[in-house]
C-alpha cells in the first residue's frame, strides 16, 4: 500500500469506552501528526511527532494519548470521551517538520461519541 | 494566536466561469500550502509557496503568495464540476507544524 492508511473509517463509541485509532504510512516520511477536523472550525493541530519523539502538543485534554511506535505507525489512544470530541480524525505524514514539505493526508476516521 | 482567515466562506458558480478564493493573515509566514478536500476524503496538496510574490499555476489554477508573506489567492479560471470541493490554505513559521484556515466550500453546476 502507498500513501497515509486510517483505520477504522468510522467509529462509534459510549463516554466510558475505550478505542485506539491507527495511522500508517509507506512513503518514508520522519513527520506524522493528529488533526481534529470539526464543523466550522479550522483543523486543529493535536499532536506532531519527528522521528518517534513528540515535538508539540497543543494543550489537547489528557483523554487523547498519542504513541509513535517507529516512524510508520501513530496511534491515538481515546478514554472516556465526550460528545464534543466528536469530529473528523486525520493523520498526516511529511518528509521533516515545517512546512516547506507537503503533507500527505489519510482520508480520517469519523468519530462520534454518544 | 496566529490566523487565517479565508474567504469566501462559500461560493457557488456555473461551469465555465472565474473565480478568486482568499487566504489573509496579520502574520509573516514562511511558507503557505493549499490543499483540496472532497467529502470523506482528507485534504490533498495543490502547491507550495515560499517566497514573497510568488507565483504557480496548476493548470487552471493560479496561485499567488503576498509579497509581505502574509496572504495568498488562488484563482480557477473557466472552472469544471470537477473543481467542486473544500479549498484549505495552511501555513507555517520555521520549524513549526501548519496551520488552517477554515476553508472556501466551492460548487461548481453544470
Known amino acids: 500500500e502507498t500513501g497515509v492508511t486510517q483505520t477504522p473509517r468510522h467509529l462509534v463509541m459510549g463516554m466510558t469506552n475505550k478505542k485506539s485509532l491507527k495511522c500508517e504510512q509507506h512513503l518514508g516520511h520522519n513527520a506524522m501528526y493528529w488533526y481534529k477536523q470539526s464543523a466550522k472550525k479550522p483543523l486543529e493541530l493535536m499532536f506532531v511527532y519527528s522521528l518517534e519523539e513528540r515535538v508539540e502538543n497543543n494543550s489537547v485534554p489528557s483523554r487523547f494519548s498519542p504513541e509513535c511506535p517507529n516512524s510508520s505507525h501513530l496511534f491515538l489512544h481515546l478514554h472516556t470521551l465526550q460528545p464534543e470530541d466528536s469530529a473528523l480524525y486525520l493523520c498526516?505524514?511529511?518528509?521533516?517538520?515545517?512546512?516547506?514539505?507537503?503533507?500527505?493526508f489519510g482520508s480520517g476516521t469519523r468519530l462520534t461519541v454518544v | 494566536t496566529q490566523l487565517l482567515e479565508q474567504s469566501p466562506q462559500f461560493l457557488s458558480i456555473q461551469e465555465g466561469e472565474n473565480l478568486t478564493v482568499y487566504c489573509n493573515s496579520s502574520?509573516?509566514?514562511?511558507?503557505l500550502q493549499w490543499y483540496r478536500q472532497e467529502p470523506g476524503e482528507g485534504p490533498v496538496l495543490l502547491v507550495t509557496?515560499?517566497?514573497?510574490?510568488e507565483v504557480k499555476k496548476l493548470k487552471r489554477l493560479t496561485f499567488q503568495f503576498g509579497d509581505a508573506r502574509k496572504d495568498s489567492s488562488l484563482h480557477i479560471t473557466a472552472a469544471q464540476p470537477g473543481d467542486t470541493g473544500l479549498y484549505l490554505c495552511a501555513a507555517n513559521q520555521a520549524g513549526t507544524a501548519l496551520i488552517f484556515g477554515k476553508g472556501t466550500t466551492l460548487s461548481v453546476s453544470s
Open positions: 502574520s509573516v509566514f514562511s511558507s
Open positions: 498526516a505524514s511529511s518528509q521533516a517538520t515545517g512546512g516547506y514539505y507537503g503533507y500527505t
Open positions: 509557496v515560499v517566497t514573497g510574490g
